[in-house]
């Protein structure tokens, strides 16, 4: 089966279950720890069919959703291989000086109560009012959960690695 015609499937199954199965779970984790360029193309496919699908960002961890997206994103401008380098020191877990810079960048844009609230009023274009000063198209308390999803999902991409673009489009899906 071609792999288009089986990831629309695998797509469909995630659609109708809202469940990822174990087996796609190990696909995108194999290709996390794999440094091929096409197996990590083919993930990052699959991962935009699984983000089509509401409530399932959490079902992939961010540091492969990073990983993956940053290498793919990377080999359109450089080789496959440099661009898996430069994605494994983007997205290092245990590289304490990256997430600590990425921590004060994120303390730079959090308002005193801990939101995005410029950037979650940006993601969702709501005007001036945005979430936070409550516009007349969303209600108090769904602009307030909105806000406060946007705000976990986008965190957590960027701590794990993902460029502010990338963790904005990632939020912007999912919240």
Not at 19 to 29: D, H, N, S
Not at 146 to 163: D, F, H, N, P, V
């Amino acid at each position: 089966m071609p792999i288009e015609q089986r990831q629309a499937t695998q797509a469909q199954l995630i659609d109708q279950t809202k469940i990822i199965p174990a087996t796609i779970k190990r696909q995108l984790t194999n290709a996390a720890n794999s440094d091929d360029p096409i197996l990590l193309e083919e993930a990052a496919k699959l991962i935009d069919r699984i983000d089509d699908v509401r409530g399932l960002v959490d079902q992939v961890p961010a540091n492969e959703r990073a990983y993956i997206t940053r290498v793919t994103d990377l080999m359109q401008n450089l080789d496959p291989q440099e661009a898996v380098e430069i994605a494994r020191r983007a997205t290092d877990p245990t590289d304490k000086d990256r997430i600590e810079l990425v921590n004060d960048e994120l303390k730079g844009i959090k308002n005193k109560r801990g939101f995005y609230i410029e950037k979650a009023n940006d993601a969702f274009d709501v005007g001036v009012a945005g979430f936070f000063g409550f516009s007349p198209d969303i209600d108090e308390v769904s602009g307030a959960q909105m806000g406060k999803e946007y705000g976990a999902i986008y965190e957590a991409q960027r701590l794990a690695g993902s460029t502010d673009e990338q963790a904005e489009e990632i939020a912007k899906k999912k919240a």
